[in-house]
């Protein structure tokens, strides 16, 4: 009698830890907003039921979730940019994420960022390098030549909800480096190496714009670690 009264007790507490880990995954894309971006290995996921597809499926095969917070900082008190990592039964996801607190509070990812973890590499030196050329050209006033020499062909800004695609149209927003006096200097404070070709970071501006960064940054087929993914307000 106690026997099976101790086994019923511990299947029940195995049901409930799956059902809690479930359902702590379930909530991470719960927050996510009717208007939010997704951006995979794929591309950039814009319209709603690409989304909904996506996010139905990637549940469907990733079950007893869990989300691990890594890092986050506050840009201002109604925004946040955040890494963290996904564990489930199917390997890791490593996640960047903008959380815009103006909107619901239960649905106020406005943008994630989500590659499978495989294999991480630190290339710190590498992006330490590239950073620094990014710094040089943005502060020699040469927008143009840094959007080229730094961002993929595909390359996304996404700023205050918009989202400008492609070095021509970059360069044309970044044309206020421009200006004699613009300054920047980028700080890096959290950097999640996600494989050998993906690494996300986030970091604070000091200088002309002195709030929050974040970057996907993806090494090329000619071994160059170019930025696929930049955001800042």
Request: hydrophobic share 35%; net charge neutral; with cysteine.
């Amino acid at each position: 009698m106690r026997q099976r009264l101790f086994t019923s007790i511990l299947l029940c507490v195995i049901a409930l830890g799956i059902q809690a880990q479930t359902e702590t995954d379930n909530s991470l894309f719960e927050q996510i907003t009717n208007d939010a971006l997704i951006l995979t290995k794929s591309g950039l996921l814009t319209e709603k039921k690409d989304i909904r597809q996506f996010v139905q499926e990637f549940l469907a095969n990733n079950q007893y979730n869990s989300y691990k917070h890594e890092f986050s900082v506050e840009v201002n008190s109604s925004l946040s940019y955040e890494i963290g990592q996904i564990q489930s039964n199917n390997g890791s996801y490593a996640v960047m994420f903008i959380r815009g607190e103006n909107n619901s509070p239960s649905q106020n990812i406005e943008f994630l960022v989500i590659y499978q973890r495989d294999s991480p590499m630190d290339v710190s030196s590498i992006l330490e390098s590239r950073r620094t050329k990014w710094m040089e050209l943005c502060n020699s006033h040469k927008a143009t030549e840094l959007v080229k020499q730094l961002y993929t062909p595909e390359a996304y800004y996404y700023n205050r909800g918009r989202v400008i695609k492609g070095t021509e149209a970059i360069s044309q927003e970044y044309s206020y480096m421009n200006a004699s006096n613009y300054s920047l200097k980028l700080t890096p404070k959290h950097i999640a190496f996600v494989s050998p070709t993906i690494a996300y970071e986030i970091g604070r501006c000091s200088g002309s714009y002195p709030l929050p960064y974040m970057l996907l940054w993806e090494k090329q087929s000619d071994g160059n670690w170019q930025v696929k993914m930049d955001s800042n307000y």
